[in-house]
């Protein structure tokens, strides 16, 4: 098994990554919780705002392993869904941002 596999099944298992539902408008963040900070993502772009993303499509690398670890949490139905209303959708992603 190698480093990104290991790092994957730590991320699921320690139930780390999480869908920020916002009602009911179905607005959806996903959000990686790594070791020094949170990393935001949209899997359906196969996006994340991690510095290994960008620098790896740089290479030609396909993915980061916050994306594959969504897809396995998907897969594995072991996804923390945080529901909030729509009127602090506002305020979470300028949180999101300043943080970036």
Known sequence: MNKDSERIKSVV???????HL????????????GKSKEHWLD???????????YF????????????ESVYLAQRENKIEKII????EYSVFLSGLISDL
């Open 22 to 33: 916002f009602e009911p408008s179905q607005r959806k963040i996903w959000t990686v919780v």
């Open 84 to 87: 909030f209303s729509d009127d």
């Open 56 to 67: 790896g499509r740089l290479n030609e690398k396909t993915t980061c392993y916050h994306l």
């Open 43 to 53: 899997p359906d772009a196969e996006y994340c705002s991690c510095n290994g993303y």
């Open 13 to 19: 298992s320690e139930n780390r990554v999480k869908l």
